[in-house]
């Protein structure tokens, strides 16, 4: 158990909320950070963030990360040992729509961010990137050290920036610094954006699924939960200590694949749905869209060698667990 405070910026978000109920269980205290932004519903993001305030060491605080006074303040005055950022305006597709979302949310907040970490130096911080950066890249599995200068997203380009900014605050100011490359998380409590819960909701009510590309894409489909046990695990192990290597210029950052190793094709991701939801799927198919991949497929030794992270929940089991979510959440809303 432990009584370290940590900073979880994106707390009422998919994945914040899930890393926060672990981070509860294990005995920290936590921030949760989030400006409840209406991309999706927030009816949604409510809900996460009413179980979160349930628990006695977690802390709430609706903050625009782009206040960059308010969170220097709030790190100043919660001084956390860990700082864990999620908080991102997500969505490879909207970036096309809007891209200056993505710039404000996933650029400037990061920054605010990354200042407030320089002057109240955590233990470590990690951050969110994607596997999107990776790009056009044809080599899989995909690897950290691979080359990502061919982004086919804006989204892709705002987080490779993230990776440049913390290298060069890892740099300047020697802080630590890990970036997280999530591969296609998927769960409870998700995103209605995401492809597996708008077909889940597609095949119950009848209405067809759109398959891009003839439905001949791969994607390393990764369980929340075991992303979460990454993360959690990564906590202990900052860049420049101990096992863990500084980067090739000698600073204290270092970038993780996050991903199950273990690339889905969209036929069977399909069809343990249709197992799940006790009915077939009215497919349709659509060309490939902008700034969509063939593949992604991540290498996960960095991270394996390090903590032991092992992902082991196939696409059928954690399908057939959001299914059932699904349903019960419908019925309530």
Request: glycine fraction near 8%; charge should be neutral; include cysteine.
């Amino acid at each position: 158990m432990s009584s370290d405070t940590i900073l979880v910026t994106g707390a009422a978000g998919f994945i914040g909320f899930h890393l926060t109920r672990r981070l509860l269980a294990d005995g920290f205290r936590v921030v949760g950070l989030d400006n409840l932004e209406p991309y999706y519903d927030v009816g949604l993001k409510k809900m996460r963030l009413d179980a979160l305030c349930a628990e006695a060491n977690f802390a709430f605080h609706d903050l625009d990360l782009c206040h960059h006074g308010a969170v220097l303040a709030l790190s100043e005055a919660t001084r956390p040992a860990f700082v864990v950022h999620l908080a991102a305006q997500a969505g490879v597709r909207y970036s096309i729509e809007a891209p200056h979302a993505y710039q404000r949310a996933n650029i400037d907040g990061f920054l605010s961010v990354l200042e407030a970490c320089r002057h109240h130096p955590p233990r470590h911080v990690l951050y969110a990137s994607s596997s999107s950066v990776y790009g056009a890249n044809r080599k899989v599995p995909f690897a950290e050290t691979d080359p990502v200068d061919l982004p086919v997203s804006f989204y892709a380009a705002t987080k490779r920036s993230n990776e440049m900014m913390a290298r060069s605050y890892a740099h300047l100011y020697r802080l630590p610094l890990s970036g997280l490359r999530f591969f296609t998380v998927y769960g409870t409590h998700g995103r209605p954006d995401m492809a597996y819960w708008s077909f889940t909701e597609a095949i119950l009510k009848g209405e067809p699924v759109t398959l891009f590309n003839e439905g001949r894409m791969r994607r390393d489909f990764t369980h929340v939960s075991e992303v979460v046990s990454g993360i959690a695990g990564l906590l202990a192990h900052p860049p420049g200590e101990g096992r863990v290597l500084a980067d090739e210029g000698g600073a204290p950052h270092r970038l993780y694949n996050l991903g199950n190793n273990d690339p889905v094709e969209l036929s069977r991701f399909v069809a343990a749905i249709e197992r799940a939801a006790g009915r077939p799927a009215e497919i349709r198919y659509q060309p490939m869209p902008a700034g969509d991949v063939i593949e992604t497929y991540a290498d996960i030794s960095r991270l394996a060698n390090l903590t032991g992270f092992r992902p082991a929940i196939s696409i059928e089991d954690g399908m057939a667990e959001f299914v059932a979510w699904y349903r019960a959440y419908r019925s309530l809303n």
